[in-house]
């Protein structure tokens, strides 16, 4: 079996949606990488030939580093690429192996729905504040972490619904 999740299948229209949100989370996390190179060449730039450190490049640098990481985090989820140990996996028999990975399913999808929900909370609560030197609303940075949370307990359900029905095509998981 594939593990590969443009095969991923038994969702129907929820498998495109998954992968045009992965697609766009790839875009928007290419471009903050970019943007994040060029400002921290800025930054050099500024501090050994301006001779003057642009100071709101390290907070807007920060900001962008959330994005990259907690998005990159709901891709891998989404595409099992994430850090995962499957030798006791591996070494049990096929039905103890789906119950474990309904119980990996479910606390993934557990811990997505807490950050999520915590996630939220957190950028709510900060959002009246600004980031110091760049004056955006400092919820920002919780924000990220927000949305990874949404995803990782989508793709985990997705991943769950696969497995009840039989249809999961990851490779440690299926025999």
Request: aromatic content about 8%.
């Amino acid at each position: 079996m594939s593990n590969n999740p443009d095969h991923q299948t038994g969702l129907g229209p929820v498998d495109a949606l998954f992968r045009g949100i992965v697609y766009l989370c790839r875009v928007i996390t290419g471009v903050a990488l970019v943007s994040l190179t060029v400002l921290l060449g800025y930054q050099v730039f500024g501090r050994y030939v301006l001779n003057d450190t642009p100071t709101w490049v390290d907070p807007l640098s920060l900001l962008l580093i959330m994005l990259i990481a907690f998005l990159g985090a709901g891709i891998g989820v989404y595409e099992h690429t994430h850090l995962s140990v499957v030798m006791m996996r591996q070494a049990v028999t096929a039905r103890i192996r789906t119950a474990m990975v309904l119980l990996t399913d479910l606390m993934m999808a557990g811990f997505g729905g807490l950050m999520m929900w915590y996630g939220w909370q957190l950028t709510a609560f900060k959002w009246k504040n600004d980031i110091p030197l760049i004056g955006l609303p400092e919820g920002l940075r919780s924000l990220p972490l927000t949305i990874c949370g949404g995803m990782i307990l989508v793709f985990a359900l997705g991943h769950l619904v696969r497995v009840l029905l039989g249809r999961d095509t990851r490779a440690d998981s299926v025999e």
